[in-house]
Antibody, heavy 114, light 109 residues
Framework: EVQLVESGGGLVQPGGSLRLACAAS????????MRWVRQAPGKGLEWVAN????????NYMDSVKGRFTISRDNAKNSLYLQMNSLRAEDTAVYYC???????WGQGTLVTVSS | QAVVTQEPSLTVSPGGTVTLTCGSS?????????PYWFQQKPGQAPTTLIY???NKHSWTPARFSASLFGGKAALTLSGAQPEDEADYYC?????????FGGGTKLTVL
């Protein structure tokens, strides 16, 4: 069974940093585009970033450009999201999803608050 | 950034039919936006119902179908079941990035 398991969420102060990870299993991770999607409490889904299979192409939503970096390690079947200069409005559950959104993780909660 | 619009809420009777739509602030939605449709129930991660305009996954109930109609992407539920009560989101691609709609809260009542 395909699995995506996010980790790394938690409470961080405004201006701080956090690194999320997504561990993938039971599919050929190195062949898939991967992405991060977030959902603020009680709000809708928001597309955050994606990355191509070999990591050479990365795309971001406007509000996280220059602050967030998506990356992957195909040898470890893992996807990452480095989040810097965090703001209160980045508070959300962060999901990773595979190509064609065939599978989603269960999400990890990031709370930005002092 | 483009804005993707959905009906905030809709109600359908059990066994009834309802169509949810997904529009784009940039103009007509086409297959080039590769529309996706997702279902999300409270406390759960989303699940993907439709990918790239009309394609279903193996787990997508047959009562769901999708199309392009009137310049929008559309998701039609025929024969609504109580378990279809959920939030539904569409996603459109704009080049290499994506934008979700605000979601439609579907009530089966």
């Amino acid at each position: 069974e395909v699995q995506l398991v996010e980790s790394g969420g938690g409470l961080v102060q405004p201006g701080g940093s956090l690194r999320l990870a997504c561990a993938a299993s039971e599919f050929t991770f190195s062949s898939d585009w991967m992405r991060w999607v977030r959902q603020a409490p009680g709000k809708g889904l928001e597309w955050v970033a994606n990355i191509n299979p070999d990591g050479s192409e990365k795309n971001y939503m406007d509000s996280v450009k220059g602050r967030f970096t998506i990356s992957r390690d195909n040898a470890k079947n893992s996807l990452y999201l480095q989040m810097n200069s965090l703001r209160a409005e980045d508070t959300a559950v962060y999901y990773c999803a595979r190509e064609k959104y065939r599978s989603w993780g269960q999400g990890t909660l990031v709370t930005v608050s002092s | 950034q483009a804005v993707v619009t959905q009906e905030p809420s809709l109600t359908v009777s059990p066994g009834g039919t309802v169509t949810l739509t997904c529009g784009s602030s940039t103009g007509a939605v086409t297959s080039g936006h590769y529309p996706y449709w997702f279902q999300q129930k409270p406390g759960q991660a989303p699940t993907t119902l439709i990918y790239e305009t009309v394609n279903k996954h193996s787990w997508t109930p047959a009562r769901f179908s999708a199309s392009l109609f009137g310049g929008k992407a559309a998701l039609t539920l025929s024969g609504a079941q109580p378990e279809d009560e959920a939030d539904y989101y569409c996603l459109l691609s704009y080049g290499a990035t994506g934008v979700f709609g605000g979601g439609t809260k579907l009530t089966v009542l």
